[in-house]
C-alpha cells in the first residue's frame, strides 16, 4: 500500500522517480518481496527497465482522428486506441504509432507522466539455502545476480553491474606533451561523441577545439586523430 500512502510510502517511492538507476534487493528466504516492490513501484508510475511508448499523439481542434502505423498492430485495434484516447479526453488527434502498442503502454502514452528507470535486481543471503532453491527462485523472478554480501559472493560483479546499467563511460584525458591523467576520468553517459566529452568540459571548449586524439575501442588504431 506503499503507493497510496501507506506510512508516508508516497514520499518514498517519489525520491526514486529522480533516481539514475533502481537496486531492488530481495532477501532469498522472502522472494514474493520482489512481485510487491515491481507492483508498487508500478502504481506510482515507475517502469522499470522499460522505454518510452513509440507513439506520437498530437491534438487538433477538429477532424476526428487520423491514425498511422509504422508496424502491423495485434495487441489493440485502432478502433480501441481511438476508444482509449475518446475516454482520456482526447477527441481530434493525429497519431503515429511506431510500435505494437498495447492497452497499458497507450495509456502511459496520454497520461505523459511515467519515469522510465534502468533497474537491477539481487538475490542476497544465497549462502542460507541450498542449490535447489535457488534454481527455484531463479526461475520464478530471474533476477540479474545471486549474492552473498556477508560471504563477499558476487559483490565484485554486482559494482560492475551497476556500472553497466548505469551506461557509464569513463574517459581519461591527455594534455599536449604531459601524460594521460589515469587517477581522475572524466565520467559520462554513453553513448558518448568528442563533442560531448569538449561540451561536459566546457561549452568554449567545443567551439575552440582544434582536434583531438582518441585511444580505446572507438579508435581504428592508437593516437587516432579526430578534426
Same mark, same amino acid.
Given at each position: 500500500?506503499?503507493?497510496?500512502?501507506?506510512?508516508?510510502?508516497?514520499?518514498? +517511492?517519489?525520491?526514486?522517480?529522480?533516481?539514475?538507476?533502481?537496486?531492488?534487493?530481495?532477501?532469498?528466504?522472502?522472494? *514474493?518481496?520482489?512481485?510487491?516492490?515491481?507492483?508498487?513501484?508500478?502504481?506510482?508510475? /515507475?517502469?522499470i527497465n522499460e522505454t518510452p511508448p513509440k507513439i506520437k499523439?498530437? &491534438?487538433?481542434?477538429?477532424?476526428?482522428?487520423?491514425v498511422d502505423s509504422l508496424v502491423k498492430l495485434t495487441k489493440?485495434?485502432?478502433?480501441?486506441?481511438?476508444?482509449?484516447?475518446?475516454?482520456?479526453?482526447?477527441?481530434?488527434?493525429?497519431?503515429?504509432? &511506431?510500435?505494437?502498442?498495447?492497452? *497499458?503502454?497507450?495509456?502511459?502514452?496520454?497520461?505523459?507522466? !511515467?519515469?522510465?528507470?534502468?533497474?537491477?535486481?539481487?538475490?542476497?543471503?544465497?549462502?542460507?539455502?541450498?542449490?535447489?532453491?535457488?534454481?527455484?527462485?531463479?526461475? *520464478?523472478?530471474?533476477?540479474? +545476480?545471486?549474492?552473498?554480501?556477508?560471504?563477499?559472493?558476487?559483490?565484485?560483479?554486482? &559494482?560492475?553491474?551497476?556500472? *553497466?546499467? +548505469?551506461? /557509464?563511460?569513463?574517459?581519461?584525458?591527455?594534455?599536449?606533451?604531459?601524460?594521460?591523467?589515469?587517477?581522475?576520468?572524466?565520467? /559520462?553517459?554513453?553513448?558518448?561523441?568528442? &563533442?560531448?566529452?569538449?561540451?561536459?568540459?566546457?561549452?568554449?571548449?567545443?567551439?575552440?577545439?582544434?582536434?583531438? !586524439?582518441?585511444?580505446?575501442?572507438?579508435?581504428?588504431?592508437?593516437?587516432?586523430?579526430? !578534426?
Open positions: 500500500g506503499a503507493a497510496y500512502g501507506l506510512g508516508r510510502g508516497r514520499e518514498v +517511492l517519489s525520491a526514486v522517480r529522480n533516481c539514475d538507476m533502481v537496486l531492488i534487493v530481495v532477501e532469498v528466504l522472502k522472494p *514474493e518481496h520482489y512481485t510487491t516492490i515491481k507492483k508498487e513501484l508500478y502504481d506510482v508510475g /515507475i517502469r499523439i498530437v &491534438k487538433k481542434p477538429k477532424g476526428g482522428f487520423d489493440i485495434s485502432v478502433a480501441s486506441l481511438i476508444g482509449v484516447l475518446k475516454t482520456m479526453g482526447i477527441m481530434n488527434a493525429d497519431v503515429l504509432v &511506431k510500435e505494437d502498442i498495447n492497452l *497499458e503502454r497507450l495509456i502511459d502514452a496520454v497520461e505523459g507522466n !511515467r519515469v522510465y528507470i534502468p533497474a537491477i535486481t539481487v538475490v542476497n543471503k544465497i549462502d542460507l539455502v541450498d542449490e535447489q532453491t535457488l534454481a527455484k527462485i531463479d526461475k *520464478e523472478i530471474k533476477p540479474d +545476480l545471486m549474492m552473498s554480501a556477508e560471504q563477499k559472493i558476487n559483490s565484485e560483479r554486482l &559494482k560492475e553491474l551497476i556500472f *553497466e546499467k +548505469l551506461s /557509464i563511460a569513463r574517459i581519461f584525458l591527455k594534455q599536449q606533451g604531459k601524460p594521460a591523467d589515469m587517477q581522475e576520468p572524466l565520467i /559520462i553517459k554513453q553513448p558518448t561523441t568528442i &563533442k560531448d566529452v569538449c561540451m561536459k568540459i566546457h561549452r568554449d571548449f567545443a567551439r575552440k577545439l582544434r582536434f583531438a !586524439r582518441v585511444w580505446g575501442k572507438s579508435a581504428r588504431f592508437p593516437g587516432q586523430s579526430f !578534426r
